[in-house]
């Protein structure tokens, strides 16, 4: 795990030591940065060790013959594996999955990436026909962002803070991203708060030479989803989920330093937890971070027990809110609403172990949230909002006062005549939010914005029949991938922890989404056939218990605890460029009034501090 960058032809120079600064906090155990012979590619790294931590395997590396040349991101689980399949000519000079994958890509070229089990955003520079290669894995655990220089040189880094780093891009602000953050409290992939800089897609790879980049997609969610056969029996379902989630667990396990997994009261954690225990010679490490009132801690130390495992956990009150808000708006890299309590679990892990396992993106994979019961009757979704349409029209005709006075309500209608619109209401909860009245944004911005989030939604509707896989894929490649693979990357690196989703195993989730959509949604039963694979890692009581969301009162602390923080904040150059006055007012009265803030409200202070702290303006 490390942070990377690198540059191509640029036609002015960069300082070395500031972009390895940037990269710092990503990876403690060792920086440097490589030129290859001919001068027109710089790679970077700085590393977080985990598979063989000795000197010998710090990147920037290059094979014998000084052709190819990578610095790399992430884990390679059946790395060995590969090494099996390859002869390099000079050996093996570490027991690194970088110089495996060094090894691989001069051996297989863009052949090397399908043939990769694990997480993984790397470079690889071919000095000999000047060109770079890029690749991201193909649920996007790992961030790769790029841009174009005004003179036709090419920049790349894990996150934003590495690109701004080299002076290299114009530092202008992308306003449909900003308007991302306000509608859904991330930005949309591949934008990100740069005008000027992107984010490689997720299960894409890119070819950059001669002044152009050539995209390929390798992986796609919704091959998967598209039954040309007949589906397995529920039995069968289960004993295949069983083994993929006993054999992802067993990948996961590669590490040469401590490990441990974080642990809540729900199924996905305990899963993952159980699972490791088992593979492990001693008590599992295992921590739970506690909110005020949302404290889950009493079920997690139930659930150590009940395993064995060495639980660690810690009450995160309101009075040590303004230092962990501090914190988390430094690391985040670019806004998010979410991320805060990886943060406190993060901070708790970080003291014992280097590792840490994580239940991410079961809930999205098998039915787990609860707006997936909205279309667990199987009818498909053009029906469904047909006949909700027509209903809400008549309530609408009824309530003459309500449909005249709330252009939401007025507009309710006309949404639901775009199926996909459901979906994007599920998660955010409106497709066209009166962004005007919050933004100093153009209409053809807020058009974009709107049209792009519903076309990711349509895209879903597209490639299957089945209701419940819409969803799956609409949370895969949204809210999962935008929002919380996205924080958890950024903020664990930030503390010098690597986070590992094993649920997001590419073939247990590639099994998730093959399967009906009814064997998760059963009975009334969300993440049923998960459930029932594992029922001997469950108690009768945890598999009852309803899904308790693992959020933190950010809106509710923050204008009481950070009040000055929260009135500067909207009083700032910054703010008054990119919200109206009217909003800010309002704003600054949730401070003012010790009131809690609306989610708007939230979304839009953590946009003005992500921009003034990294010193970007419109």
């Known amino acids: ?34 030129t290859a012979p001919s001068g027109k590619c710089t790679l970077f790294s700085a590393r977080l060790a985990i598979v063989d931590p000795l000197a010998r395997a710090l990147q920037p590396m290059h094979t014998d013959d000084g052709r190819h040349w990578i610095t790399f991101n992430g884990e390679i689980y059946n790395h060995r594996d590969i090494r099996r399949a390859l002869n390099p000519c000079g050996g093996w000079r570490t027991d690194s999955d970088t110089e495996t994958l060094l090894h691989a890509f001069a051996a297989w070229g863009a052949g090397c990436v399908p043939r990769l089990r694990g997480m993984f955003a790397f470079a690889v520079w071919d000095d000999a026909d000047r060109s770079l290669f890029l690749a991201r894995d193909p649920l996007g655990i790992k961030p790769l962002l790029y841009g174009w220089t005004g003179g036709g040189g090419f920049v790349f880094a894990s ?27 991330a930005i949309r992939q591949p934008r990100t708060l740069l005008k000027h800089a992107k984010m490689l897609p997720a299960g894409h790879t890119a070819h950059v030479v001669g002044g152009r980049m050539l995209l390929r997609k390798y992986w796609d969610p919704c091959n ?17 989920i069983r083994a993929a989630v006993e054999d992802a667990s067993r990948v996961h396990a590669m590490a040469d330093v401590p490990m441990g997994a974080f642990l809540s009261g729900g199924i996905d954690s305990r899963i993952v937890a159980a699972s490791m225990q088992r593979l492990a ?44 808000l501090d914190q988390f708006l430094d690391a985040i890299d670019q806004p998010s609403v979410d991320g805060l309590n990886t943060l406190a679990a993060c901070t708790l892990a970080r003291t014992h172990v280097k590792v840490a396992l994580s239940g991410l993106g079961a809930d999205e994979l098998f039915g787990g949230y609860p707006h997936f019961s909205i ?10 909002a047909i006949v909700l349409r027509r209903a809400v029209s008549k309530a609408l005709e009824l309530r003459d006062g309500i449909a005249s006075g709330t252009r939401r309500h007025r507009r ?28 100093a944004i ?22 299957t029949d089945d209701p419940i896989n819409q969803v799956s894929l609409h949370e895969l490649q949204g809210y999962l991938r935008d929002t919380l693979l996205r924080d958890v990357d950024a903020i664990s690196m930030r503390l010098g922890i690597e986070v590992r989703p094993v649920m997001l195993d590419t073939p247990l989730v590639e099994l998730a989404l093959s399967l009906p959509g009814c064997f998760k949604l059963r009975q009334g039963r ?36 950070c009040v000055d923080l929260w009135m500067a904040a909207f009083d700032s150059p910054i703010a008054t460029a990119v919200l109206t006055r009217e909003f800010r007012l309002r704003a600054q009265s949730a401070g003012s009034e010790r009131r809690s803030a609306t989610t708007a409200e939230w979304a839009a202070f953590v946009l003005v501090e992500v921009l003034r702290r990294h010193g970007l303006s419109p």
């Open 442 to 463: 153009h209409g053809d911005e807020s058009a974009e914005a709107a049209e792009e989030a519903l076309a990711a939604a349509a895209s879903c509707i597209a490639a």
């Open 1 to 34: 795990m490390c942070g990377i960058a690198g540059t191509v032809s640029l036609e002015a120079s960069v300082d070395p030591d500031a972009i390895l600064a940037a990269l710092a906090h990503r990876g403690p155990d060792g920086a440097q940065a490589a």
């Open 412 to 439: 309710l209608p006309l949404l639901l005549d775009r199926p996909e619109a459901l979906l994007l209401m599920a998660r955010s909860g409106a497709v066209d939010a009166d962004l005007h009245s919050q933004l």
């Open 375 to 384: 279309l667990s009757a199987g009818s498909p979704l053009r029906q469904r």
């Open 281 to 324: 010679a001693a008590p599992l490490p295992t921590f739970t971070v506690g909110f005020g009132t949302l404290d889950e801690r009493i079920h997690a130390r139930a659930t150590a027990q009940d395993l064995g495992t060495d639980h660690h956990d810690r009450l995160l009150t309101e009075a040590a809110w303004p230092a962990l």
């Open 224 to 240: 998967f989803c598209r039954h040309d056969g007949d589906a397995p029996s529920y039995d069968d379902a289960e004993q295949r």
């Open 159 to 185: 996150e934003l803070r590495g690109l701004l780093s080299m002076g290299a891009l114009p530092t202008s602000i992308d306003m449909v991203a900003a308007a991302d953050v306000l509608r859904q409290g």
């Open 526 to 561: 969300h993440k049923a056939v998960l459930k029932d694979a594992c029922r001997d890692m469950l108690t009768p009581g945890v598999a009852a218990r309803p899904k308790v969301g693992f959020q933190v009162p950010a809106r509710e602390w923050t204008p009481r605890a």
